[in-house]
């Protein structure tokens, strides 16, 4: 092989290296620099979200939706007050917060979705989404406690993500969401143990 195959064989390599950390990485992409490249979704922007936040609400936003489409299924299978409360309260903390995460996509012309699946912690498959419609009393409530432990865990492990951001609007998010969702998973761990 001559110097010229080596160097361009080297310079792909090097390229597709740092492809794949930039990836690995959380896709943290600057989208409010001049000239800022597309990918997954992200596109150059003029808000002051990172390519890190643009992402998180890119997968927060289904996560979130899921849990209020849960919840939604508890007010009509289920008649346990308890279940009925909480169900409301995660519907109207999570509701707001996905407004609020289309607004940032919003601002920073980013598309809703990512463009792949990342597979999120916590999220219920088509097959536990289907049970939990089917169930009532108290099987409904049990899967629903189940479900939503699991989901919010899932949640709080994906707000550490902008735990740091430069963005305070970001990092408020990630402080409110870890705090809610750990005082409702301890609420929920108590219901279950009843």
Not at 19 to 43: D, E, K, R, V, Y
Not at 75 to 96: F, G, S, V
Not at 127 to 152: C, N, P, R, S, V
Request: charged share 20%; proline share 2%; hydrophobic share 40%.
């Amino acid at each position: 092989m001559n110097k010229t195959s080596k160097r361009s064989k080297f310079i792909a390599i090097s390229i597709a290296t740092a492809a794949t950390a930039t990836l690995l990485t959380g896709c943290t992409i600057n989208i409010n620099q001049p000239n800022a490249s597309s990918m997954n979704g992200m596109h150059q922007g003029h808000g002051t979200y990172s390519g890190t936040d643009v992402m998180f609400a890119q997968m927060m936003i289904p996560h979130h939706q899921q849990a209020v489409d849960m919840s939604v299924l508890a007010e009509t299978n289920t008649t346990n007050p308890e279940i009925l409360a909480l169900a409301k309260q995660i519907k109207e903390a999570q509701a707001p917060e996905i407004t609020q995460m289309k607004k940032w996509l919003t601002d920073s012309d980013a598309s809703m979705d990512m463009g792949h699946d990342m597979g999120m912690n916590g999220m219920l498959s088509d097959t536990q989404m289907d049970a939990l419609k089917a169930a009532k009393g108290a099987d409904f409530d049990k899967l629903y406690l189940e479900g939503m432990i699991e989901h919010h865990k899932g949640a709080i492990q994906m707000a550490q993500m902008i735990a740091n951001s430069d963005n305070d609007e970001a990092r408020a998010l990630a402080e409110a969401i870890t705090s809610s969702q750990t005082e409702e998973i301890e609420y929920m761990q108590g219901l279950l143990g009843q």
